[in-house]
């Protein structure tokens, strides 16, 4: 049985998990000062308050701060465009590819809000093991990540399927 996600849906969770994004933002922000860091699993997991005025991975940080704002307001803007387009048009028949949208939809706007503020990301989860450290990241950047997985999934799975049917 397939489950076809309305246009309403995808607006509605992804506001929700953008206020779920933010509140645990305001969490880090009212609990954290900015650098510091709190050990939660030893060795391998931490909270940590950092800001990223860049994009994933910190890309384009050094930009000047006035640049770099718009630039992300902008570019997050357009993005959040093309995810409805996508949502809408290109995979109204499938619930998988339409529940990973509202992850990247939701991500977008939680993200968007900080540039909006802060004018830079907030990021507060930390991964490590040994001398090896994942950047760190927030709600928004698991939600884009994770749907991104799942959008790559499909279209992966659905261009080799088609090449074994010719």
């Known amino acids: 049985m397939k489950?076809?996600?309305n246009s309403r849906d995808l607006f509605l969770f992804g506001i929700l998990f953008a206020f779920l994004d933010q509140l645990s933002k305001v969490i880090v922000l009212s609990n954290l000062?900015?650098?510091?860091?709190?050990?939660?699993?030893?060795?391998?997991?931490?909270?940590?308050?950092?800001?990223?005025?860049?994009?994933?991975?910190?890309?384009?940080?050094?930009?000047?701060?006035?640049?770099?704002?718009?630039?992300?307001?902008?570019?997050?803007?357009?993005?959040?465009?093309?995810?409805?387009?996508?949502?809408?048009?290109?995979?109204?028949?499938?619930?998988?590819?339409?529940?990973?949208?509202?992850?990247?939809?939701g991500g977008g706007i939680g993200n968007l809000v900080d540039r909006f503020l802060y004018g830079e990301v907030i990021d507060f989860i930390l991964i490590y093991y040994g001398s090896f450290y994942w950047p760190a990241f927030n709600i928004a950047d698991s939600g884009i990540s994770i749907g991104v997985g799942i959008l790559l999934f499909i279209i992966l799975k659905t261009s080799f399927s088609k090449k074994t049917i010719n």
């Open 33 to 105: 000062s900015l650098g510091s860091r709190v050990n939660i699993f030893p060795g391998f997991f931490d909270f940590i308050y950092v800001r990223n005025p860049g994009g994933a991975f910190s890309f384009l940080a050094d930009l000047p701060p006035a640049i770099s704002k718009w630039l992300f307001i902008s570019v997050t803007i357009f993005a959040l465009f093309f995810v409805v387009y996508l949502y809408l048009y290109e995979f109204s028949n499938s619930s998988f590819a339409r529940f990973a949208l509202i992850f990247i939809f």
């Open 3 to 5: 489950i076809f996600l």
